[in-house]
């Protein structure tokens, strides 16, 4: 093995907190009984978080595909028509409970997000965004503000209510060029 690939291992090993064990380094190794076998095993160690080396991440390199604008639009009303029937399934017969909505909003956001990329509309980022709150007479208003193509993002949006609580969910979807 050349050194280069050598160091680029050993970075490698290091960056991800695993070390070979003595004699294991890839080669094949003799055992006390005769026996040959292929052995790589490794050993885990905790990283301190602050000591993380953002710089040896591995970088990927794609080919400029030229393409300005999408092929496929967005289809918002199949979002909403998601978001509808979510948050009429999770939230229809539930009573408000502030730990219950805080499970309920990571679930329903997990569970929306994956309805949505099984749409599968290509090179499109989707930001899933819940709240569920206590229905007590009370007026909310939800604002949300970032850098926006017109022509290309699009985002959709669905509120539902029952007897203690409400629900407000939102999908964008980013065109990535």
């Known amino acids: 093995m050349s050194d280069?690939?050598?160091?680029?291992?050993?970075?490698r090993e290091r960056k991800t907190g695993k070390a070979p064990s003595e004699g294991s380094c890839g080669v094949r190794s003799k055992e006390t009984t005769g026996r040959t076998k292929d052995s790589i095993s490794t050993v885990s160690c905790i990283d301190e978080l602050a000591h993380h080396d953002?710089?040896?991440?591995?970088?990927?390199?794609?080919e400029n595909t030229y393409q300005m604008g999408p092929y496929k639009r967005f289809p918002v009303s199949?979002?909403?028509e998601i978001l509808?029937?979510?948050?009429?399934?999770?939230l229809q017969e539930e009573?408000?409970?502030?730990?219950w909505s805080r499970q309920m909003t990571k679930t329903i956001c997990e569970v929306i997000r994956a309805r949505v990329k099984d749409l599968m509309i290509p090179r499109y980022k989707i930001v899933t965004l819940v709240h569920i709150g206590q229905l007590t007479g009370q007026s909310m208003q939800i604002s949300?503000?970032?850098?926006w193509d017109a022509s290309n993002d699009t985002f959709a949006s669905y509120s539902f209510k029952n007897s203690s609580?409400?629900?407000v969910a939102t999908v964008y979807a980013v065109y990535f060029e």
């Open 78 to 80: 199949a979002a909403v």
């Open 54 to 62: 953002d710089n040896a991440r591995m970088v990927i390199s794609m």
């Open 4 to 11: 280069q690939l050598k160091d680029k291992s050993q970075r």
């Open 144 to 147: 949300s503000r970032c850098l």
């Open 95 to 99: 009573k408000y409970e502030v730990e």
């Open 165 to 167: 609580l409400f629900g």
């Open 84 to 90: 509808k029937d979510v948050l009429t399934s999770y």
